[in-house]
Every structure is written in C-alpha cells, then in structure tokens.
C-alpha cells in the first residue's frame, strides 16, 4: 500500500495562476482532509470531506475549493493564487470513526511558493 | 472551540539527556489528545494517543505521555533522546463530543538533538 500521496512535491507559481493539488489514498478511508503548514503556526485545517461527493470548510478555507469525485482521490485548487498561500499543504485520510477517533495518516507534503 | 497551546517553540538537548515538551489544551468535558512527530520533509507520523483510561500513555520510539485532566496538559517525554529523535513535535486536541472529529494542532516544538 502506498498510504497517502500527494501530486505535485513542489511547484512555483506566479500570483494569480491557478492549479490543483492531488491526494490519492488507497486505504479505503472515508474521511480526507486539507492542511497548509506555516512556520510558527502549525497545521491549518482549509477543508475536509466526510464521504465521496461531499466537502466542507475548515479554519482557513478562503482563496481555496476542493472536489471529492471519487472516495480515493481529494482535490485542493487555488483558482488566483496569491503569495499569501505559499505554503506546505498536507493531505490526510482517516476511516470511519465510530464513537472513537481513528488516526489521520499523512501525506509527504506539498511545498507552493507564490512569486 | 478547542487550541492546544505549546509552551516552547524549541528544545536543544543534549544525546542520552530526558526532554519534556510541554503542551496544555483548552478545557471541554472530553478530549482525545495526540502527539504528532514530523521528521524534516516528510509528513506527520503519530507518536501517541489518549482516547480514554490510563492517564500515562507509551507510544512508539519509547516517548510517553501523561495526561494530567486538573492541569489540563499532556506533556510528552523520553528519558533518553537519541540524535534520531530530531524532529518537529506537534500537539494535537479533538473535541470528543462532535459526531466528526477534527483535529486542532498546537504550533509546534522543534527538538534538537546535539551529540
């Protein structure tokens, strides 16, 4: 099993280009989430999906969208990015927690840097 | 809502010395707390966690950690550090009253382990 994954490593961006960040789980996990690191902050929850076909905002969700097409596969765009989101974004999954909480698994991360 | 707050953004100490990273979170009628290490440029990993039961919890790499309810903390430690063990350590809370679970990290605690 590959665990989480997340597509591209790193990527340059010029303010007000746009892109798609890909996580792709293969664990059957029916929660995935969107984090972006920033030093001296920690993790920032920028949104989360509960199920394919659904999503929902997180702490900081502005400037992003995201679209679970398929139960495997987590999408985070930046339709205008601005140098406010460079950042490391995290992807994570989780399976269905029942009355406990089930460990979130992370991906290596994705470094953005907005010029 | 929930914050997890650690005290030291961080700790240099010295191989075979004990560390204690110090974490305190907000008050609630229940929580599920983590200790998250990141190793440089990879994704988090969990360490450990306290769902319910013994207040004093191992997790792997021999770190423990106490949960302490009157004090509301959950400050990890290891009696002896490796050089290995140099990482990034965050704190993290989750709201064991809401149906889906979200994290909210601390800001983090850099250990820096020095031969």
């Known amino acids: 099993n590959a665990g989480v994954t997340q597509t591209p490593k790193f990527r340059v961006l010029k303010t007000g280009q746009s892109m798609t960040l890909l996580c792709a789980q293969d664990m059957n996990h029916e929660y995935m989430y969107w984090y972006r690191q920033d030093p001296g902050m920690g993790l920032r929850l920028i949104h989360y999906?509960?199920?394919?076909?659904?999503?929902a905002k997180g702490e900081v969700p502005d400037g992003y969208n995201v679209s679970r097409l398929k139960k495997q596969n987590f999408l985070l765009g930046l339709e205008s990015a601005a140098p406010s989101q460079t950042s490391v974004y995290f992807c994570a999954s989780s399976p269905w927690a029942s009355g406990t909480f089930n460990e979130q698994f992370f991906g290596p991360g994705t470094r953005l840097t907005v010029l | 809502a929930q914050s997890v707050t650690q005290l030291d953004s961080q700790v240099p100490v010295f191989e075979e010395a004990p560390v204690e990273l110090r974490c305190n979170y907000s008050s609630s009628v229940s929580v599920y707390l983590f200790w998250y290490v990141q190793y440089p440029n990879q994704g988090l990993q969990l360490l450990l966690k306290y769902l319910s039961g013994s207040t004093l919890v191992k997790g792997i790499n021999g770190f423990e950690a106490e949960f302490n309810k009157s004090q509301t903390s959950f400050h990890l430690r290891k009696p002896s550090v490796h050089i290995s063990d140099t990482a990034e350590y965050f704190c993290a809370v989750s709201d064991g009253n809401t149906g889906f679970q979200k994290l909210v990290f601390g800001t983090g605690t850099r250990l820096l382990v020095s031969p």
């Open positions: 999906s509960v199920g394919e076909g659904t999503t």
